[in-house]
Nanobody, 125 residues
Framework: QVQLVESGGALVQPGGSLTLSCTAY????????MAWFRQPPGKEREIIAR????????SYADSVKGRFGISRDNAKSMMYLQMNSLRPEDTAVYHC??????????????????WGQGTQVTVSS
């Protein structure tokens, strides 16, 4: 059974850092590109970072570029999101997602077939 489980969300002050983790179960992790999405309160879910199956190529939304870093450990079936210089506008529920086999819709929600339940990140003083 495919399952994605996020962890690491917390309340953090502006300018702080946080690392989110996503643990994958039930599928061959190394065969799939992965991504992090977030959904701010009252807004639509948006992709913020994605990583190829090998981990060699990454891409970021302009809103997080230079502040966030996506990585993965295929031996552990885990993906990470290192978040630095956090801002109040980064407050959201963060989800990891698996790109569907054969999909090229890397930047579209419809290209992803499994999602984690999400972890809450709140940036506030």
């Amino acid at each position: 059974q495919v399952q994605l489980v996020e962890s690491g969300g917390a309340l953090v002050q502006p300018g702080g850092s946080l690392t989110l983790s996503c643990t994958a179960y039930g599928f061959v992790f190394v065969r799939h590109a992965m991504a992090w999405f977030r959904q701010p309160p009252g807004k639509e879910r948006e992709i913020i970072a994605r990583i190829t199956s090998s981990g060699l190529t990454t891409s970021y939304a302009d809103s997080v570029k230079g502040r966030f870093g996506i990585s993965r450990d295929n031996a552990k079936s885990m993906m990470y999101l290192q978040m630095n210089s956090l801002r109040p506008e980064d407050t959201a529920v963060y989800h990891c997602a698996r790109l569907s086999s054969g999909s090229s819709l890397y930047s579209d929600l419809s290209g992803y077939d499994y999602w984690g339940q999400g972890t809450q990140v709140t940036v506030s003083s």
